[in-house]
């Protein structure tokens, strides 16, 4: 006999309590604590199962081949490390309406194209409405199922008679197990049919795509837990009024992470971007002020964007400071550097700064392209449009050097750009510099006499 047992979850980070509790003393959140109820299952285990989990020596372990199969999508490959490895569980956030459904539906259509059949369970869609969408992206085939269904031992009974080459779960909050009596998104349904699943994959060797959503905070929605479970997690972001997406790793346990695969949204579909840098640095503006262009590293793929930034006399009594896609402490970081080392008077300036194309951008090597950009603004000095930049920007104002700083350069030429200002140290490594002029910089100060000689 199974023991039926009661508890508190948190519904925003899987605490758990013996106890009602109207504030969560892990996350702090109010408000949060749902009653769920556990099924305490004895642990059995197979006989043949024994074999398997003797400790043994790696040497005696045969590697067994990674079998990579392609999701025909080059750029979602790209994001996986170089396509689906067989039994992986792969997870994808994103927000409402950024276009996770159409991704995995266009996928699972190349998947069925070159190999076997896809499952595709909606829990959010019926199938008219699916093939509504599929219409609209030219999808016709008979190689993907689809099945609406919320139930998971109904999924999982379906995909057993079915032995589909890959599944598709859409939206891992609206599955719910009949084990567990709460609602369906409740932290300890997700974990659970999240857990199922992956076991379900792992069993058959089947590939398995779980859609996530994404609070507002940006984590995926129900338990952190989840992003621990699956193999592989990426994101989908983007901003909805802007055309382009993309997708992140995460985590990979068969891949590097941080890698980045670029679409846009077209009227039919998502399209793969073949050449982001180009994209994200059409339209800029030619000679004015406050602009910069950044070699900027995502993964192993180098990226150049545009850096904006704005800065105006504080009409109100506060000094407003506004970060779109770069991060608002380490601009808040930068302003003081410039201040204190180049003696820049920004204490009375409100000052914006904005990431062209609504992408995000995380790693140090751009520190340089937001100095650049507040002091081309404050000045209303323009910064030559064939200049790259890129290095890191220390508290006393020292240069640092980056990592990769060849694949920039060789990005950087292949834009047709003509020079480019990057730290020193980095610059004294360099083994080729594809016939740009390169210029090494020290410190903030000697950086802006160079950018605006
Ligand atoms: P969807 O995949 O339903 O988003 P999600 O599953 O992440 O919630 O995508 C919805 C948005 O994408 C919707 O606002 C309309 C837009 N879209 C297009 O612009 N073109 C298309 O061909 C499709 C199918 C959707
Ligand atoms: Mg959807």
């Known amino acids: ?176 197990t009949e084990e567990l009596s709460s609602a369906p998104g409740s932290v300890g349904q997700v974990r659970e049919c999240a857990a199922k699943l992956m076991h379900f994959a792992k069993r058959s060797e089947v590939p398995l795509f779980i ?75 030619q000679n004015v002020s406050g602009s910069t262009v950044v070699a900027s590293l995502e993964g192993t793929r180098p990226l150049l964007i545009e850096l904006q930034a704005l800065v105006s006399p504080t009409t109100f009594g506060m000094p407003r400071r506004t970060c779109i896609g770069v991060d608002f402490n380490r601009v808040n970081l930068l302003v003081a550097v410039l201040e204190k080392i180049a003696g820049l008077h920004l204490g009375g300036m409100d000052i914006f700064v904005n990431v062209v194309g609504g992408i995000k951008i995380v790693e140090p090597a751009v520190d340089l392209g937001i100095i650049g950009a507040i002091s081309s603004s404050f000045r209303e000095a323009p910064i030559h449009p064939k200049t790259v930049v890129f290095g890191e920007v220390g508290l006393s104002g020292e240069i640092r050097a980056v990592s990769q700083v060849d694949a920039r350069i060789r990005e950087a030429a292949k834009i047709g750009f003509e020079r480019v200002i990057l730290p020193t140290t980095n610059g004294a490594r360099l083994k080729d510099s594809q016939g740009l002029e390169i210029v090494g910089v020290t410190d903030a100060g000697d950086f802006l006499d160079v950018l605006f000689a």
């Open 1 to 176: 006999m199974s023991k039926l047992k009661y508890f508190y979850q948190c519904q925003a980070c899987g605490y758990t309590s013996a106890k009602w509790l109207g504030k969560c003393p892990d996350c702090g959140a109010w408000n949060t604590m749902v009653e769920e109820k556990a099924v305490a299952e004895p642990r059995r285990r197979a006989p043949g199962d024994r074999e398997k989990s003797m400790p043994q020596p790696l040497s005696s372990i045969e590697g067994g081949k990674e079998k990579r199969i392609s999701t025909g999508i080059h750029e979602f490959d790209r994001v996986l490390g170089g396509g689906i490895v067989a039994g992986s569980v792969i997870l994808v956030g994103g927000g409402p309406g950024i276009g996770k459904s159409t991704l995995l539906i266009q996928a699972a259509s190349k998947l069925a194209e070159n190999s076997r059949t896809v499952l595709y369970v909606s829990g959010e869609e019926s199938p008219e409405q699916i093939k509504l969408r599929a219409e609209r992206l030219g999808i016709n085939s008979d190689k993907v199922i689809l099945l609406s269904e919320t139930n998971l031992e109904g999924i999982i009974a379906a995909a057993a008679g079915l032995t589909p080459g890959s599944i598709v779960i859409d939206s891992i909050q609206t599955m719910y």
């Open 211 to 285: 859609i996530g959503h994404v609070t507002k905070e940006g984590a995926i929605a129900g338990p952190r837990v989840l992003e621990h479970i699956v193999d592989t997690v990426l994101y989908f972001e983007g901003d909805r009024g802007h055309a382009y997406r993309i997708l992140r790793t995460v985590k990979n346990r068969f891949g590097s992470t941080n890698e980045i695969g670029v679409f846009e949204m077209t009227d039919s579909g998502l399209t793969v971007i073949e050449n982001p840098s180009e994209l994200f640095l059409s339209g800029r503006p």
